[in-house]
């Protein structure tokens, strides 16, 4: 059943960080069919530009920004070329998002952790300030962030992932709450494992036994497809979801009930 008409989005602007591949590329193009205008961000200018030429082909406006969420300036620069194209933001997607392989805690290289805090946190952090700064000024907005089930309960072998996506969670409560009064909703999906490049490389990591576990931590026996992440993210960004507010999404096919 669509809900969404496909006008629901028209004359509205939306920024996606890591929108080059996977869950950010899907959700530009949904929205896109909706009628928004896309601001597409992500490091693999390539893969990005790939994805805006398809978000043309839809037959609205969208621009590519190469940024690194873990950088400030860049971030600011980013909001700043989208307002100069658009005029205004209407909903922000945080997508960008990195992880490492499973790896046992005390032999993690802490530099593979510090890159999740980076781009998992500091990234969201960057990019919610903001965005909250903009929608601020024009009166309201949607803040719609990506965490993940490892944010919302033990995920061995990749803890230090996990914390990160933890943050993510208390990030988008406590901002919902903060700033529900200034017309700002502040929302979260936390996904499993969705059949995207990211889980394909960990995958790859795996041997036989891992990859099975993988696949059979759901009771519906599958991965999770990037459409069916990017149709909630549409759907809480959208007026059918007005009175949802600091909450996070569990899009796991069971797999925490």
Same mark, same amino acid.
């Given at each position: 059943?669509?809900?969404?008409?496909?006008?629901?989005?028209?004359?509205?602007?939306?920024?996606?960080?890591?929108? @080059?591949?996977?869950?950010?590329?899907?959700?530009?193009?949904?929205?896109?069919?909706?009628?928004?205008?896309?601001?597409? /961000?992500?490091?693999?200018?390539?893969?990005?530009?790939?994805?805006?030429?398809?978000?043309?082909?839809?037959?609205?406006?969208?621009?590519?920004?190469?940024?690194?969420?873990?950088?400030?300036?860049? &971030?600011?620069?980013?909001?700043?070329?989208?307002?100069?194209?658009?005029?205004?933001?209407?909903?922000? &997607?945080?997508?960008?998002?990195?992880?490492?392989?499973?790896?046992?805690?005390? !032999?993690?290289?802490?530099?593979?952790?510090?890159?999740?805090?980076?781009?998992?946190?500091?990234? &969201?952090?960057?990019?919610?300030?903001?965005?909250?700064? #903009?929608?601020?000024?024009?009166?309201?907005?949607?803040?719609?962030?990506?965490?993940?089930?490892?944010? !919302?309960?033990?995920?061995?072998?990749? /803890?230090?992932?996990?914390?990160?996506?933890?943050?993510?969670?208390?990030?988008?409560?406590? =901002?919902?709450?903060?700033?529900?009064?200034?017309?700002?909703? &502040?929302?979260?999906?936390?996904?499993?494992?969705?059949?995207?490049?990211? =889980?394909?490389?960990?995958?790859?990591?795996?041997?036989?036994?891992?990859?099975? /576990?993988?696949?059979?931590?759901?009771?519906?026996?599958?991965?999770?497809?990037?459409?069916?992440?990017?149709? @909630?993210?549409?759907? !809480?960004?959208?007026?059918?979801?007005?009175? #949802?507010?600091?909450?996070? #999404?569990?899009?796991?096919?069971?797999? !925490?009930?």
């Amino acid at each position: 059943m669509q809900l969404l008409n496909d006008q629901a989005f028209m004359g509205k602007t939306v920024l996606i960080t890591g929108g @080059a591949s996977g869950i950010g590329a899907q959700s530009a193009l949904t929205f896109a069919q909706l009628g928004a205008n896309i601001v597409l /961000s992500d490091i693999d200018q390539e893969a990005g530009l790939a994805t805006l030429s398809r978000i043309h082909e839809v037959g609205v406006q969208g621009i590519y920004i190469n940024a690194d969420v873990s950088d400030v300036d860049q &971030v600011n620069t980013m909001f700043a070329t989208a307002i100069d194209e658009f005029t205004h933001i209407d909903v922000v &997607v945080n997508n960008a998002g990195v992880e490492y392989p499973p790896t046992p805690t005390h !032999l993690t290289d802490d530099a593979l952790f510090l890159k999740n805090v980076d781009v998992n946190i500091k990234g &969201v952090w960057f990019c919610i300030k903001a965005a909250l700064n #903009m929608m601020l000024k024009q009166g309201g907005g949607q803040i719609i962030n990506v965490a993940s089930v490892a944010g !919302l309960r033990s995920a061995p072998m990749i /803890s230090g992932y996990s914390a990160t996506k933890h943050a993510v969670v208390g990030l988008t409560k406590s =901002v919902a709450v903060e700033y529900a009064r200034a017309n700002i909703r &502040v929302n979260a999906v936390c996904p499993s494992f969705i059949d995207t490049p990211m =889980v394909q490389r960990t995958l790859a990591h795996m041997d036989e036994k891992g990859q099975r /576990s993988i696949m059979g931590a759901s009771p519906m026996k599958r991965l999770g497809k990037p459409q069916e992440i990017a149709n @909630a993210i549409v759907w !809480l960004a959208s007026d059918e979801s007005s009175f #949802m507010n600091g909450h996070c #999404m569990t899009m796991d096919g069971g797999m !925490l009930a």
